[in-house]
């Protein structure tokens, strides 16, 4: 029903900025919640942020706070990661996960995700 593709990974440098993309099709995007998660060689997969497409209700892991910021574009169907200050340790595999917007209150659980993206490659350099 809903096809997520992430987008904006690549190598940067400790203290660098990144910005990734999740282009969503197939669904009404104001009827979903939105998740970022991480995954590094060998780690669970980590809670980083998300946002309702509705109202742009957001979350933020405290990993992150400070130096990520979520967004979106209805228009586009689009969520955005901004990354300033990156550090190795932010170095993994990011996917984007789309959930019914009513489990809002779950959404730091990857399993209360019905849809995922492909992932996109993130590797911080020191």
């Known amino acids: 029903q809903v096809l997520l593709v992430e987008s904006g990974g690549g190598l940067v440098q400790a203290e660098g900025s990144l910005r990734l993309s999740c282009a969503v099709s197939g669904g009404t995007f104001g009827s979903y919640v939105y998740g970022w998660f991480r995954q590094a060689p060998g780690k669970e997969r980590e809670f980083v942020s998300a946002i309702t497409g509705s109202r742009g209700t957001t979350d933020i892991a405290d990993s992150v706070k400070g130096r990520f910021t979520i967004s979106r574009d209805n228009a586009k169907n689009t969520v955005y990661l901004q990354m300033n200050s990156l550090k190795t340790e932010d170095t993994a595999v990011y996917y984007c996960?789309?959930?019914?917007?009513?489990?809002?209150?779950?959404?730091?659980?990857?399993?209360?995700?019905?849809?995922w993206g492909q992932g996109t490659q993130v590797t911080v350099s020191s």
């Open positions: 996960g789309a959930a019914q917007v009513w489990k809002w209150l779950q959404s730091r659980n990857p399993n209360t995700y019905d849809y």
